[in-house]
């Protein structure tokens, strides 16, 4: 039995620095800081369009992930790719694959943000085309 109550899913990033995570992803990535818990953060919610991420203070996963080298993943998905993907090479996002298509129908490139992961920015190309044939 598939559950058809669940209405969306948020990746949590672990940092050690809240506000500096926060400052990155609004300065560099475009989100915008929605909500923010304790003194010092502990918690916070950054938006950008309908993507939501949540940055959680926990400097021993954070530390972990540096050292280990993993790259957990988190895809957001975008419409007109290319303005976003101009939009965070003109802000210097640390960009580790270049906007490519891949086999598998989509228009993507890859950010390292500073905690490690592995932001993997994407277009569904039957999208891209879509809106192209709308104008």
Do not use: C
Not at 8 to 35: C, H, M, N
Not at 59 to 69: F, M
Not at 111 to 121: A, D, F, S, T
Request: aromatic fraction near 10%; proline fraction near 5%.
């Amino acid at each position: 039995m598939t559950l058809k109550n669940f209405s969306s899913a948020v990746p949590v990033i672990a940092t050690s620095d809240v506000l500096g995570t926060i400052r990155y992803f609004e300065q560099t990535l475009g989100f915008k800081q929605q909500w923010i818990w304790g003194d010092p953060p502990v918690y916070a919610g950054i938006r950008a369009g309908g993507a939501l991420l949540y940055v959680t203070h926990d400097p021993d996963l954070a530390s972990t992930i540096k050292e280990r080298r993993l790259s957990p993943d988190i895809f957001l998905w975008v419409n007109d790719i290319d303005s976003v993907y101009a939009h965070h090479r003109a802000s210097r996002a640390d960009i580790t694959e270049e906007l490519t298509t891949r086999p598998w129908g989509v228009r993507q490139y890859v950010i390292r943000e500073p905690n490690g992961y592995l932001l993997k920015v994407a277009e569904s190309q039957e999208q891209q085309e879509q809106e192209e044939d709308a104008v």
